[in-house]
């Protein structure tokens, strides 16, 4: 491929590659101060490719490929090349991580208890995670979660957070404008732009840390807490993990330890600051 | 070094690759779905941190693949069971169910059967019963053609364990110039334990090389090659060779069985008869730059040979006028 970039991102190497700069100098500048794999090895390979020779310079689009691919994934324009470069990585992870249960979970850590929120795309899980990663909670990742498969623990994955729509202006008035990567128009998912976790996130990459509460936030409705049946949290978590039947038994003896060990609740909240309120509620109550 | 060729490098004689592009090799095995193969020849070797984890979450998986296509072929077993015909497990599943040496991190993909020609009928409605589905549209040319001229069913889809069943009744496309002897392929199977039946050495053969170089266009060819290599190590013996070499000329297609044995000779040192290889042929180079077609970023290359190799898949599936016509519903849709 003609441009390069490697990156480590907590346990997993990833090296991109890309025909076109663009894509790779915007993921480069987004990516300040991680760490690069040693000696050039990798996990995963991501390629950002023309979907046909000539789409290289006419109507540029890039096809989202790599050791694993999706055989229908829709390529992207060429100035969404950042998008593509991420989602890229999410599919590498998703189809061929094998070494962790994969939960498409956000986890936050404060005083070594870590809290994973799960739940359907716009129950805000990644705007919650990335306010309590500006406000005292260390940032685990906003996208998987990974679950050791032996010790139970979870790996801090801390990729840039993926902010959509509403979610933006909340994030660009807390934190400093040199951790966003540009505003991303008309992706399928709307306005799309992307921060970086802080510096504590990034140099905490290798810590793990214990699970202690499992979240299922729902956004838009009045405050409500409820407790959630061990089954329950089971089935959501199957539903909520990409590799939980490929990893056979292995998933469903990590899974069932977690779902025995850690409590569950979902919630409603009307907006961001009564979740973050709920969330140290019950922050004080399992440190009590 | 095309990294196709280090990765054949790779799983010849592990021992020879050192200090490699890893990320290359990497790339290169999952591209041409020999990952869990390598994870096994790999073993025990010095291998960096990071790619020893590869390797042995390959290891580990491989046994979940094993796993779920013999439940598959479970699953076509039950379904099948009381129409009384002989089902009998191809490529992959076969491997595995027969506990060869080519199951050794063999990855596996479709469930592939055969039944006898005139049991199509039933044991696609039994199929269909089972919760298995069409994937494509059952009015269309696509769906026409494979009932008229190829060895095997439009392939069905099971609506819940979402994994594909082709179902053959032979080893080639009608339209093929070779005609195997679809009846002696099923009389001469081999049962096993759990009533379901496998080809019998040198037709596992005679199929491999049959797929790989009489039909297709050599796409991901260098794993059906390595199943090619590890079933002729098994098997080989005199005997062995008299009987492949009888098969090969019973089912028409000594030509691919000796290209076969003479691409695995050169491409792993596959230890070969050379009554029933042959002698080497100008065009195996051409064979082998086509396997070789990988780079270390997973890409395929040489434009212009893969296509000239898809032109010929064409060729040999079907007579030019045939091959006319079918090419232009193709475009004109």
């Known amino acids: 491929m003609r441009h390069r970039l490697d990156l480590r991102i907590g346990p997993v190497a990833f090296r991109i590659g890309s025909a076109w700069p663009g894509p790779l100098d915007a993921l480069a500048k987004l990516y300040a101060g991680y760490p690069t794999p040693e000696d050039g090895l990798c996990d995963f390979t991501v390629r950002l490719e023309p979907e046909k020779p000539w789409r290289r310079f006419i109507r540029p689009s890039v096809a989202i490929r790599g050791d694993y691919v999706l055989p229908d994934a829709v390529p992207m324009a060429l100035a969404h090349g950042l998008l593509a470069a991420e989602m890229g990585m999410n599919l590498q992870m998703a189809l061929g991580q094998k070494s962790y249960l994969l939960l498409h979970a956000a986890t936050v850590e404060k005083d070594g208890r870590a809290l994973l929120m799960t739940g359907e795309s716009g129950a805000g899980k990644s705007t919650l995670a990335a306010l309590l990663g500006e406000r005292g909670w260390r940032l685990l990742g906003d996208e998987f979660a990974l679950l050791d498969l032996e010790s139970g623990a979870l790996h801090p994955f801390p990729r840039a957070v993926s902010l959509k729509n509403g979610a933006i202006a909340v994030l660009e008035a807390e934190v400093e404008a040199a951790r966003f990567g540009p505003r991303l128009e008309g992706t399928p998912k709307g306005a799309i732009r992307h921060l970086r976790p802080n510096a504590d996130a990034l140099a905490r990459m290798d810590e793990p840390a214990r699970p202690a509460l499992i979240l299922f936030p729902r956004f838009g409705a009045a405050a409500a807490v409820r407790g959630v049946g061990q089954a329950e949290v089971f089935v959501r978590l199957t539903q909520a993990s990409t590799n939980y039947v490929a990893l056979g038994r292995r998933g469903f003896d990590a899974l069932t330890g977690l779902v025995r060990k850690v409590p569950a609740l979902a919630i409603d909240y009307p907006d961001a600051e009564t979740a973050i309120g709920l969330v140290e509620d019950f922050r004080r109550e399992l440190a009590a | ?333």
């Open chain 2, 1 to 333: 070094m095309s990294h196709a060729r280090l990765l054949v490098r790779a799983l010849r004689d592990p021992a020879s690759v050192a200090d490699c592009d890893w990320a290359g090799l990497v790339s290169a095995a999952r591209a041409e779905q020999l990952m869990g193969s390598l994870a096994f020849r790999m073993a025990g070797r010095r291998v960096p941190p990071r790619i020893a984890a590869l390797f042995e979450d390959a290891r580990r998986d491989a046994a979940q693949v094993r796993t779920q296509a013999l439940w598959e072929a479970e699953m076509a077993r039950r379904a099948l069971a009381p129409l009384g015909v002989p089902v009998i497990l191809m490529k992959g599943t076969a491997y595995h169910a027969a506990g060869l040496d080519a199951a050794t991190g063999r990855s596996v993909g479709d469930l592939d059967i055969m039944v006898p020609r005139e049991s199509l009928g039933a044991v696609e409605s039994a199929l269909l019963e089972a919760g298995w589905e069409h994937v494509k549209a059952t009015d269309g040319y696509d769906d026409t053609y494979y009932r008229r001229w190829m060895h095997e069913l439009p392939p069905l889809i099971h609506r819940t364990r979402d994994r594909m069943i082709d179902v053959h009744h032979t080893i080639l496309p009608l339209t093929a110039r070779s005609r195997p002897d679809a009846g002696a392929l099923i009389a001469d199977s081999v049962a096993l334990e759990s009533g379901l039946r496998v080809l019998a050495p040198a037709d596992m053969i005679v199929h491999a090389a049959a797929h790989l170089f009489a039909d297709g266009d050599l796409a991901g060819g260098l794993r059906n090659l390595w199943d090619i290599d590890r079933l002729l190590r098994e098997f080989a013996s005199p005997d062995f060779w008299r009987t492949l070499g009888e098969r090969a000329r019973r089912h028409q297609l000594s030509g691919p069985v000796g290209r076969a044995l003479r691409l695995a000779e050169r491409l792993y040192a596959t230890p070969v008869d050379r009554a029933v290889a042959g002698r080497p042929r100008l065009g195996d180079r051409l064979f082998e730059a086509r396997l070789l077609a990988r780079n270390g970023w997973g890409q395929e290359r040489r434009k212009a040979l893969r296509f000239a190799f898809y032109v010929r898949s064409h060729w040999l599936r079907m007579p030019p006028l045939m091959l006319a016509r079918h090419l232009w519903i193709k475009a004109t849709r």
